[in-house]
């Protein structure tokens, strides 16, 4: 399990927590998104499933140059090959960011539309106790 999934699963496993916490959740009009409850502060690999823009742009950078340097090189030469090989594990890491980004961006959805069936369920919990008083 890489780190990245570690903190993908912590993520969702604080959320799960959080919900069936005893604690009575104050209901905001416009409830904020979790990524902005829940500050990465200084830890970039937090954004976007630990695939930030920058990671994503340096190996797309990288795989670029790599991609220039091959006109360097003869296509039977064993450097074009070593050269071909890293790019496509260089292309494979890029692939792997970006599912793991995508795949954050659809827990986050998912995590949204539990809380707000949640919020609606307290809201109407609430209207209930409130219709005990009279």
Not at 9 to 24: L, P
Request: glycine share 6%; with cysteine; hydrophobic share 30%.
């Amino acid at each position: 399990m890489s780190f990245l999934n570690f903190l993908g699963g912590f993520a969702v496993f604080n959320v799960v927590c959080d919900m069936f916490s005893g604690k009575r959740k104050q209901v905001s009009p416009e409830p904020e998104p979790y990524y902005r409850r829940h500050d990465c502060g200084d830890y970039p690999e937090c954004e976007f499933g630990g695939a930030s823009d920058t990671d994503i742009d340096d190996l797309q950078g990288r795989i670029d140059e790599l991609e220039d340097r091959l006109a360097d090189f003869d296509r039977m030469s064993d450097r074009y090959d070593e050269i071909q090989d890293r790019i496509d594990e260089l292309q494979d890491q890029l692939d792997d960011l970006e599912d793991q980004r995508s795949l954050y961006e659809d827990y986050q959805d998912e995590i949204e539309e539990l809380r707000d069936e949640l919020d609606d369920l307290e809201f109407e919990r609430d209207l209930c106790d409130d219709s005990d008083d009279w």
